[in-house]
């Protein structure tokens, strides 16, 4: 009887190859003679999205999490992350991003965790372990060197060895410590002064390092369309890719091993990693049955409350009491940014705005809502209800005509809801929209359409704009699918318009072919200053005000790293105007990277609430109220000027991205630089305060610190204790780098000692000569403090 736990042997060249390319976007393929079912991996870094047209619980960002410097808070998110992976019937989350934060205006900035390798390495590794433990694989991604987004298919990163090592790599090389069991190749390319080539072709990467230095005995899997030849790729050491069918691979990937070019061994090794793979998530056999999701809700409120980052506090305004009215101001106040856009973005099962969460924590007061100006680039999204007719029919809705080469209609439908992406079959070439939108309120109406590729729109009878460009997969890529550029113009009403677009289809390959297209229409109404001058008067007469400002999922994505660090529209203006009304207001910053706070010196009271998950308004009712401690830290650096920012855009230059500032990331960067940002890496106030009395380092076999605390202030509380190094010559080294952290607890009065491991890792550097970790010999002196500046104790080791 064949052996079973060893199907490999009884399996034909076409049979190996056949589960080396997914079936589907994100399936992989069922091999009954080996008793595999189908795998399955979904998106994402901030929730499991599971199927197509699922809804998902919301977590708050990656950025949240790492905030937290909290192991323990990270692995109970790698179990919700295993229990929302088996109630969608997921195997393999594409999740933890562990890239680093190189430039503030990355597009999936927050999506990472943070600047400093160390924080980010931690964070990962204890989610890995713990969604693993329960039965769910992590892919760590994207390996490596995928900082920035701007042509982020076609740049070749240029890394120096060291910084490789020390920087980019550590937190990957934390992640197979972990015992992760798939690692997703980037898009990237990188020249790491050895090899230059794409992140699923560079062998020295993927075997050399990965496989073989390191051990690594799990999957290599491509990012979606990453992957473009053949046999490169598989020499390279890429074991799965995605998605599928299709791709460079299946009857290519035969031929190539039938003449000889891809040895029949090395297929043989990435079928047995797919295979080790499903037999890790039990895929080998009948799916596991879904678990009953219990304590989710709970948990993610906590963790957007506790990842809040009090950035000031300086009238105790925290938390807050006795309050009959409460002004509840800002863009985001009333569209709250609860996650990031791109593959992050998940259906979520609720979401608790603002003011759901205010009215429930406030029962008894009086609450308003106020926009106070327009931050997003584009208009909404236009409301068909009541809005369009089918001219055609007249139905309720718009018109889209499927056409084939000769312009005939294919097919015809009226849409009254949608989202504006429709798959169509094989034989549709173009669509065409049609659509009469009523504009009944008189004033300025602007009215538009969104789309991708080549397109003309004429609306009133006038041609309105158009593009010649045929669009592919790269709109997907880059995500300008999800926030398409508009194609517009302004139409005084009261008016009936008729709007006509010619559309094209686009061929995503395995993702599909669809005609993308959304009506925008921003009705007549105040003016930014209209609408600013009645917020400030409402923040004047209110006990509370509670101003959310932030960006929004057109300016912060997947796809487009940001052209500027400003807050969009004239949210800085509703600030000041708010503050110079109110001086005790709250002010609530709703982001998941830095932006710039020019009012920071004026506000009493502000607070980081990074993309908070489907929790928002509870979790910022719950550090109003003071139910949880906003105990969060940056977990990078807060600018206050954009010239002062060591990096300040990964734009590529002939092709590529340059790293000249080496090991010196983000703060690092800021201390060499002696530039002083608006807040340090580390930064939080939490809602009590602290006294540093002691510091113990034991230079033993394990090398530890002790550091002693006492809770000085009104609240029991939570601290993080924050271990530096520096060094007193020798190599060069950054001025100061994050060498441990934990947190403690302790009520009013109360001492407590965080004892922090310091890993031999931390003193080490990457010899690019011996091509080995050493320590450098000499005197290191170890800091404690609250962030990388407000250091409150020093001692000293030496190394020979």
């Known amino acids: 009887m064949p052996d079973m736990s060893d199907p490999l042997p009884l399996l034909s060249l076409e049979e190996k190859v056949r589960l080396l390319t997914g079936a589907a976007p994100f399936v992989l393929h069922p091999l009954p003679v080996a008793g595999l079912r189908p795998l399955v991996m979904s998106d994402g870094p901030a929730g499991v999205r599971g199927g197509e047209g699922e809804t998902a619980a919301s977590f708050p960002s990656p950025t949240a999490l790492a905030a937290t410097w909290d192991e323990d808070v990270a692995a109970r998110l790698g179990e919700v992350f295993a229990q929302e992976a088996r109630r969608h019937g997921v195997d393999v989350v594409l999740a933890p991003v562990v890239n680093m934060q190189r430039t503030p205006v990355g597009g999936r900035h927050f999506e990472c965790y943070s600047e400093d390798p160390l924080l980010t390495a931690r964070t990962g590794a204890a989610l890995i372990r713990a969604m693993q433990a329960s039965g769910v694989g992590a892919c760590v991604k994207h390996f490596a060197a995928n900082d920035s987004e701007t042509l982020r298919t076609e740049y070749v990163a240029v890394v120096g060895e060291r910084a490789m090592r020390e920087v980019y790599l550590a937190p990957f090389e934390a992640a197979v ?123 993610l409120r906590e963790l957007a409350a506790r990842s809040t980052v009090v950035l000031k506090d300086d009238r105790r305004a925290l938390p807050v009491g006795g309050v009959r009215s409460i002004a509840l101001i800002g863009p985001n106040a009333v569209d709250a940014f609860t996650q990031g856009g791109g593959s992050a973005h998940v259906r979520p099962d609720l979401t608790v705005t603002p003011l759901d969460g205010l009215r429930a924590a406030f029962p008894d007061a009086t609450i308003t ?118 194609t517009g113009l302004t139409v005084t009403g009261p008016a009936t318009v008729d709007v006509i677009a010619e559309l094209q289809i686009v061929d995503a390959v395995a993702y599909g072919r669809f005609a993308r297209a959304e009506l925008r229409h921003r009705p007549p109404g105040p003016t930014d200053d209209e609408e600013i001058a009645a917020a400030a008067t409402a923040a004047r007469d209110a006990d509370l005000a509670v101003v959310i400002v932030g960006t929004n999922d057109q300016v912060e994505s997947e796809g487009w790293d940001r052209a500027t660090l400003d807050l969009p529209g004239r949210q800085d203006d509703l600030v000041r105007a708010v503050l110079a009304a109110d001086p005790g207001a709250v002010i609530a910053v709703n982001a998941g990277a830095p932006v710039l ?69 983000g703060h690092r960067g800021w201390l060499r630089a002696g530039r002083e940002p608006a807040l340090p890496f580390g930064h939080g106030l939490g809602w009590t305060d602290w006294d540093y009395t002691d510091l113990t380092i034991d230079d033993g076999e394990e090398l530890t610190a002790a550091v002693t605390v006492r809770n000085t202030g009104p609240r029991a509380g939570r601290e993080t204790v924050q271990l530096y190094l520096e060094a007193g010559g020798g190599p060069e080294r950054p001025v100061r780098w994050l060498a441990g952290y934990t947190t403690v607890e302790a009520a009013p009065g109360e001492t407590a000692t965080a004892t922090v491991p310091i890993a031999p890792r931390a003193l080490q550097i990457w010899d690019a000569g011996s091509r080995a970790w050493t320590t450098p010999p000499g005197r290191y002196r170890l800091r404690a403090g609250r962030s990388v500046t407000d250091l409150r104790l020093d001692g000293h080791l030496t190394r020979h």
């Open 369 to 486: 809502v106020h926009r106070g100006c327009d931050a997003r680039p584009h208009p909404p999204r236009l409301d068909l209800k009541g809005r369009s007719t089918d001219p055609e029919s007249g139905e309720p809705g718009l018109r889209l005509d499927l056409l084939d080469d000769d312009g005939r209609r294919v097919s015809s439908a009226v849409h009254a809801t949608g989202d504006g992406w429709w798959y169509v079959p094989d034989g549709v070439t173009a669509a065409r929209l049609t659509a009469r939108v009523t504009l009944g309120e008189p004033g300025e109406h602007h009215l538009e359409l969104g789309t991708v590729g080549a397109h003309t729109v004429h609306i009133g009878g006038i041609e309105a704009g158009g593009a010649t460009a045929i669009a592919g997969p790269e709109v997907l890529l880059d995500s300008s699918v999800n926030a398409p550029p508009g």
């Open 597 to 665: 706070l020019p009012w920071l010196a004026e506000a009493a009271t502000a607070l980081w609430t990074w993309f908070p998950g489907q929790e928002c308004g509870h979790a910022l009712a719950d550090v109003l109220t003071g139910r949880t401690e906003p105990a969060g830290r940056l977990p990078w650096t807060l600018p206050a000027r954009p010239e002062d920012v060591p990096v300040p855009n990964a734009i590529p230059d002939g092709g590529r991205v340059h790293y000249p500032e080496g090991v010196h990331i």
């Open 177 to 299: 410590e972990a015992g992760v069991w798939a690692v997703m190749a980037a898009y990237n390319g990188l020249d790491d002064g050895e090899e230059t080539a794409t992140a699923t072709e560079h062998r020295r990467l993927l075997t050399g390092l990965l496989k073989e230095e390191w051990g690594f005995d799990g999957v290599v899997v491509s990012d979606w369309l990453a992957a473009r030849s053949t046999v490169p790729t598989a020499l390279a050491g890429l074991d799965l890719v995605m998605p599928g069918p299709g791709g460079p691979w299946e009857d290519a990937l035969v031929a190539a091993v039938r003449d000889g070019s891809v040895p029949e061994a090395l297929i043989d090794d990435k079928a047995r990693r797919i295979l080790r793979l499903a037999e890790r998530v039990g895929a080998r056999g009948e799916a596991a049955p879904g678990v009953p999701v219990t304590g989710v809700r709970d948990f």
